[in-house]
Every structure is written in C-alpha cells, then in structure tokens.
C-alpha cells in the first residue's frame, strides 16, 4: 500500500466523523471543489488527487464552529486560528500524531498532521459593482490573516499578527455580508477571494438549493453533492468531463504518516525540500503526472 493510499485511508475516516458530527446537529455540506469533481467523474477520488474538500452554508459553517472542539477529540483535531497558532481562514480538521505540511506550515508550531479543508459558502450581492467593492474589503481582512514573510531563506525573521482575532473581525464580517444578501440569487466562498484566481468565481444559489448523494470510494457514508454540480464544475474546471490534470498545490506536500509533525519544526525551506524529493509519496505523484 502507497503512502497516498494510507493517507486517502485517514482522509475517509475523518471525513465519515464529519458526517456523523453533522448528522447529529443537523448540520448542511456539499462536498466541494476536487472531491465534487472526483465523486462525480470517478466514483472516488481524482486519480492524483489527495485532500478532500467539504463546502457548507454560512450558518452552518458557524455552528461547527461552536461545537467542532467539543465534538472532534482524540485522533481529530478542529483546527482554527480560535483553537491554535494556525493562520487559516477556513476550518481544518486535522489527524494526531502524524505530518502534513507545506513548505510555509514549516515556519510555524501548529498542527500540521493530515487534513481535510471546509470552507463556508457566503451569498453576495447580485450588482456587480456592489460585489466588486465587497471583495476589496474582504481581501483586505485576509491578507492580515496570513503569515508575513520577512524573508524565505531565515524562519527566524518571520512576524504574525494576530490571526485569532483576525479571523473573528473576518467572521463577523463575512456573515454581516451574508445576510445582507440573503435575498440575492448567487454565492460563493467569499474568503477565498483573497487568491487572484478565484475572484469572479460565483454561483446561482439554486445550484446548492438541494443534493444529490453518491457513492465514493471507501467512504462508509453517501456524500452529498450540490444539485447544480455540473454548473458549479464547469464554472471551477471548463469541460470537467474531459480526464485532465488539473493543477494542484499539494503535490508539494511534505507526507509522514508514522511520526508526529513536531518532528519537522524548525527545518529549513532547504531540508524541507530535499525530504519531499525522497518522499515516495510525492515521487508517486509526480511519476503519474507525468503519465497524464
């Protein structure tokens, strides 16, 4: 068994307890992004694929908030700038004692192990110029929950604010926006229009008004994909039909599934390069790319 399939094996397992958190509150999800594209076409995850993500309705997205770090004990963690050092926007839950990182997880002490991401789904304003001023603002709030970087080859010269109450005033504001457009026809994750690429991509929310749910590969549960899939994958992928390789940030990831992420701390941008070039995880990917 590969590393991506011991590493799928716990993004399951974890991803199963999310649905019995969820069922047990009544909380709403959709799967999202990779994971909607993979269910879909595949059955299972996108063959070089290897994160899953989860989208939920601002209301809901904030119950979890409330009940994640009572509800996700020992192996999970809920992790959020309210529960650790972390400077995410969005909600993780993490597995114990094992390692996940990006190069930049390296410059900090929070968990690091194996993840799956949720991301709350905000409505927006359907004037665009209204939508337009509302994204300046937003991207305002999350470039100061980021990490800054003094400078990439010395750690030690990287500063942080402070991202826990960063990511409260980002919260508060992004469901103040929310409901003020509650009547509006379009959504969308409005926190993630911190990255260029994502800005302009929105959704009709009747494309989320209900789900369908599939099977997927390993998953003991159904999961649940928006009713409005095909608009919601053409919109994020073009002819998502077409078995392609769509480009990935965590190809990169530095993968150990046996020891703890503290392991890794204080490591260089240099070392941590070197260990993902002999990380057969990351040299499975990069041979099956290569095949694509």
Partial sequence: MTTLDKLRILE??????????????????????????????????????????????????????????????????????????????????????????????????????????????????????????????????????????????????????DSRQAFIMLNKVLTDLSEQNSSSKLVTDMAMHRFRKIIGLKYNRADYSSYLEFDFKGLKHKIRVPIGYDNILTAQYGDWRIEKHEPSIHNTLLVDLEHNYDKYDNITFEEYDRLVEENAYDKWNITLQNKI
């Fill in 12 to 161: 399951l397992k974890m991803f199963d307890y999310f649905i019995d958190v969820c069922a047990k509150y009544n909380l709403q999800w959709f799967s999202d992004a990779g994971t909607t594209l993979g269910t879909v076409r595949h059955g299972g995850f996108i063959p070089w694929d290897d994160d899953m993500d989860i989208m939920m309705p601002r209301k809901d997205y904030n119950r979890l908030l409330e009940i994640g770090p009572v509800e996700f004990n020992d192996p999970y963690f809920f992790q959020t700038p309210l529960t650790d050092t972390t400077s995410s926007v969005h909600i993780k839950i993490r597995y114990n004692n094992t390692t996940c990182m990006t190069k930049f997880d390296s410059l900090g002490t929070h968990h690091r192990g194996v993840f799956i991401d949720i991301f709350p789904l905000d409505a927006i304003p359907d004037d665009e110029e209204v939508y337009k001023n509302e994204i300046g603002f937003v991207r305002c709030l999350c470039h100061d929950t980021t990490f800054k970087f003094a400078g990439y080859k010395n750690h030690k010269e990287v500063s942080i604010i």
